[in-house]
């Protein structure tokens, strides 16, 4: 089992603590052309030979079983009670950073985030983060051949009334993510589809 990073938004951290999201899409770059074959172990085979002789793209978050700690938007402070502690957008919870084998650095790293402001989930270190997730499931499809119940599953909320259906809004979800990146929704990329499970 090996353990990776992975980014996500304070609305999707809030869906995850909800126990409303278990899926993720990112995006397979480069792009194949064409997707030959799907593996167990989450690999694809495309039309795109490598020097090693290994012919499949495997996923950068992992295969099944591994885990995954969630960065997300943070700031580290000094309470007026003289606590130093971290602070998640999400929710607005604090933590103590408290002493542990690891406090001198816990210190050392935490001393140059204090401030009031918030901090981009990119610099959030490992003992920050508070949300571990295992993956349960990879594969491999073009982002238009999500189901509405995948799109539920990427933490899209059900709205009655004559609102988008998820699908759809997860449509705009997406491009508002990835169309300046050049992978909009008309493109209809390939994407790693990621199951994940929380992990207490």
């Known amino acids: 089992m090996k353990e990776r990073l992975i980014s996500f938004s ?6 995850i603590l909800d126990g409303r999201k ?3 899409r990112r995006i397979i770059q480069p792009q194949p052309k064409v997707v030959h074959g799907s593996h167990s172990d989450g690999s694809i085979t495309t039309e795109r030979i490598f020097r090693s002789g290994d012919q499949r793209i495997h996923c950068p978050y992992g295969k099944q079983g591994d885990r995954l700690w969630v960065k997300e938007t943070w700031r580290a402070y000094e309470r007026k009670d003289g606590l130093d502690v971290i602070q998640y957008r999400a ?3 604090f933590q103590p950073i408290e002493n542990n084998e690891n406090a001198a650095n816990l210190w050392l790293s935490a001393r140059g985030c204090h401030g009031d402001e918030w901090r981009s989930s990119r610099f959030m270190p490992r003992w920050a983060s508070r949300i571990n997730l295992e993956i349960t ?7 238009q051949e999500i189901s509405e119940e995948d799109a539920i599953a990427e933490g899209i909320e059900i709205v009655r009334g004559p609102i988008l259906r998820p699908g759809e809004a997860f449509s705009v979800l997406w491009d508002s993510i990835n169309e300046k990146k050049g992978y909009g929704w008309g493109m209809n990329p390939y994407v790693w589809v990621i199951e994940f499970k929380r992990v207490i």
């Open 22 to 24: 278990t899926q993720t």
């Open 91 to 93: 929710g607005g919870r």
């Open 10 to 15: 304070s609305e999707m951290v809030r869906a």
């Open 137 to 143: 499931d990879i594969r491999v499809q073009r982002v």
